[in-house]
């Protein structure tokens, strides 16, 4: 069965200080990994997708990576409004299912 | 539309009543998805259509749980005889193919009071 955990589980930062998320992953060939962001009260917003190892995708202050094993979401100087839940996603075998991690809440202060 | 649309936002629901959640997918997208979300989790993968073919319902907790998407747009999710347990965020995706990224409503809160 197709398994996402991503740490930590929450994460305090002050404004302007980079750090990492992690997503580990276990599936029976992967055919894609996606970033969401979640804002509460709303549904998950899509911010990328990723399908080989090595493959890396960049937004704003975002740049998320890929290996065999996890990905990484690098949030470079971030800024408050880059508060938010962020969830990780793969598809497996299962081409109709999207298997969740439980998210990292992000906060950052002023 | 412009995104997802679900309705209600917000449903309350005496235990035992039957409930409908409606889902407008994105215009000319195939996929469809809904998935439950309890505070603090991620999304919990319930069922999958392709138009109106319903190819994976592996995710729904119980034979109460039914959902539909007869001419391949608008899909319901149905909840008979809803227990305390079925409290949760509902919240629907669309994806313009199979595999590509897919995009959430807003989700409506479900709660069995």
């Known amino acids: 069965e197709d398994q996402v955990t991503q740490s930590p589980e929450a994460l305090r930062l002050q404004e302007g200080e980079s750090s990492s998320l992690n997503c580990s992953y276990t599936v029976s060939g992967l055919r894609g990994l996606f970033w969401y962001r979640q804002d509460p009260g709303k549904g998950p917003e899509f911010l990328f997708t990723l399908y080989s190892a090595g493959e890396e995708k960049e937004k704003e202050r975002l740049k998320a990576t890929l290996t065999k094993k996890e990905s990484f979401l690098h949030i470079t100087a971030p800024k408050p409004e880059d508060s938010a839940t962020y969830l990780c996603?793969?598809?497996?075998?299962?081409?109709?299912?999207?298997?969740f991690g439980a998210g990292t809440q992000v906060v950052v202060t002023p | 539309g412009a995104g997802v649309s679900q309705s209600p936002r917000y449903k309350v629901a005496k235990r035992g009543q039957d409930v409908a959640l409606r889902c407008d997918p994105i215009s000319g997208h195939v996929s469809l998805f809904w998935y439950q979300q309890a505070l603090g989790q991620g999304p919990e993968f319930l069922t999958y259509?392709?138009?109106?073919?319903?190819?994976?319902k592996s995710g729904l907790p119980s034979d109460r749980f039914f959902a539909e998407r007869p001419e391949g747009s608008v899909s319901t999710l149905k909840i008979q005889r809803t227990q305390q347990e079925d409290s949760a965020v509902y919240l629907c995706?669309?994806?313009?193919?199979?595999?590509?990224?897919?995009?959430f409503g807003q989700g409506t809160r479900l709660t069995v009071v």
């Open positions: 995706a669309s994806s313009p193919t199979r595999g590509t990224e897919a995009f």
């Open positions: 996603a793969v598809h497996g075998d299962s081409w109709g299912k999207l298997q």
């Open positions: 259509f392709q138009n109106e073919a319903q190819l994976d």
